[in-house]
């Protein structure tokens, strides 16, 4: 029986994928990388060192810089970043979402937050989002990026709750991996040639309804 959902943040409760992505475009255009809509696709899910490093090993240049420069380079991708959230509000909250939160609410499920992003207290609180998201896992507690179970286990951990109990929810290859081996029902949003890994697939978040997904397990 479903008790809980753990949701992803970026390219699923908002657009903000589309901002991690120009941000990082930005930076690997100024390093010589070229963006392909497969890079696009990788970094989806990942953190931002594991971002920068697949940047870098993409335009074979992983071993030209030090540490610090890699430090300085993921913060110049996060002032980036920063810069195109200044206006973000509940406009970028993603169809359907905020409906579908409500009626978890009202049925009493519970909800806790796998995202890797660091910034995902200012975008929810960004969104007012964040009334709905008490249980989030603290990224920089995590010894394994997506697509590692350990953030969608931690993010059943912290309800109480038997991974098989809760239903995952991601836009991201890396991060239904992770769900998958968490041992949690796998909610794919986007491209089911990419996400084909999901147990259930929705092309995009508005089809993300309590009755859709009930249908998809019937
Ligand atoms: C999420 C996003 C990625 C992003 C990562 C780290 O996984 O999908 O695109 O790079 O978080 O985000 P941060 O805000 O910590 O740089
Ligand atoms: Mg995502």
Redesign the pocket.
């Known amino acids: 029986q479903i008790k809980g959902f753990v949701f ?4 699923v409760i908002a657009d ?2 589309v901002y ?2 120009k941000a ?1 475009r930005q930076l690997a255009e100024k390093l010589g990388v070229t963006w392909t809509d497969e890079l696009a696709d990788g ?6 060192m ?2 920068l490093d697949l940047i870098l090993k993409t335009g074979g240049i992983e071993n030209k810089y030090t540490e610090a420069e890699k430090e300085a380079f ?1 913060a110049e ?2 002032t980036n ?1 920063l810069n195109l959230l200044k206006d973000m509000d509940a406009t970028a909250i993603l169809p359907g979402i905020a409906d579908f939160l409500k009626d978890l609410e009202e049925h009493d499920y519970q909800l806790s937050l796998a ?6 207290p200012l ?1 929810l609180e960004q969104l007012g989002l964040a009334m709905y998201f008490k249980n989030k896992i603290d ?1 920089t507690t995590l010894k394994h ?2 697509p590692d179970p350990e953030i969608f286990a931690r993010g059943a951990e912290v309800l109480n709750l038997k991974p098989e109990e809760c239903v995952g929810i991601e ?2 290859k890396a ?1 239904v991996q992770s769900i998958n081996g968490a041992g949690e029902l796998s909610v794919g949003i986007g491209d089911k040639n990419i996400l084909s890994e999901a147990d259930i697939n929705f092309a995009d978040t508005s089809e993300l309804t309590l009755e859709n997904i009930k249908k998809a397990l019937d």
């Open positions: 992803d943040l970026d390219g903000t994928s991690h992505a990082w970094l989806k899910g990942i953190s931002r594991d971002s993921a991708k996060n970043y995202s890797a992003s660091k910034n995902s975008v990224p990026g997506k836009d991201a991060g």
